[in-house]
């Protein structure tokens, strides 16, 4: 039927959008597209041999999160932020979490059923989670380090049951690593020098230690600000 082949069609561009879109992504979180990098759909579309417009459609995508800019005359680059953004998208963070610990000490419930069967598994997928982002941490190997703790936080905002609030925190956290890697990435051993208290973190969400769990974000988000201003002044 014409009607289900058009659906098809849709469904396969628009998963291959969002294929791609994870891609380049990728490349930059890795830091193989650089900062001011600049590229066209045609590079992309070649580079990945596909047509023009899904990868058209990934890169307006990733110019929507802020990782791109699109210019009309040379089609894209990756997206140059400063300390001063980073700064920025701390504080932003900061206010995020703290609403949702404000939420936890004012009766919110999603820890309340620490007996729930999915509760249960739930807080332990993050933990899984967090106890790989830490050890990737502890070793210095950040590819890992981001892939896990954007997964980490991503789970952890979920619990809380608001879709808006886990979608923005996720992309707060995306641009944050953009931001960073290209520091980091210079960085010959990390080991050691990235924040890695994920398990601490959700065991105090999950004793509803709202001051401890404030008291160890504060610390990461001071930790974060000393670490890339120290390297962007290098």
């Known amino acids: 039927m014409p ?38 759909v045609k590079e992309i579309a070649e580079q990945y ?15 929507a999160q802020g990782l791109l800019e699109a210019d009309q005359h040379r089609g894209f680059r990756v997206h140059e932020y400063s300390v001063t953004d980073h700064r920025g998208m701390i504080e932003a963070r900061a206010l995020v979490t703290d609403g949702m610990f404000l939420a ?4 919110h419930p999603v820890f309340d ?9 739930a807080l332990a997928g993050v933990r899984r989670r967090g106890e790989e982002a830490q050890r990737a941490a502890d070793a210095g190997d950040l590819t890992v380090l981001i892939g896990y703790d954007l997964r980490y936080w991503r789970e952890l905002s979920t619990m809380f049951g608001n879709p808006y609030l886990g979608d923005f925190l996720h992309r707060l956290r995306v641009q944050s690593w953009v931001c960073t890697v290209q520091h980091l990435r210079r960085v010959t051993d990390l080991r050691g020098r990235l924040w890695s208290e994920h398990t601490e973190l959700v065991d105090a969400l999950a004793r509803r230690d709202t001051p401890g769990a404030r008291s160890i974000v504060t610390a990461y988000n001071t930790h974060s600000l000393d670490l890339i201003e120290r390297l962007a002044a290098r």
Do not use: K, M, N, Y
């Not at 041999?49 to 110019?63: H, I, M, Q």
């Open 49 to 63: 041999g596909v047509s023009a417009t899904p990868v058209r459609e990934a890169l307006v995508d990733l110019s």
């Open 113 to 121: 059923r620490t007996e729930d069967p999915r509760t249960v598994a």
């Open 3 to 40: 009607g289900g082949s058009s659906g098809s069609g849709a469904v396969t561009r628009s998963t291959l959008r969002q294929q791609i879109a994870d891609a380049l992504r990728d490349e930059v979180l890795a830091g193989r597209l650089q900062p001011g990098q600049e590229f066209t």
């Open 104 to 107: 936890l000490a004012g009766g």
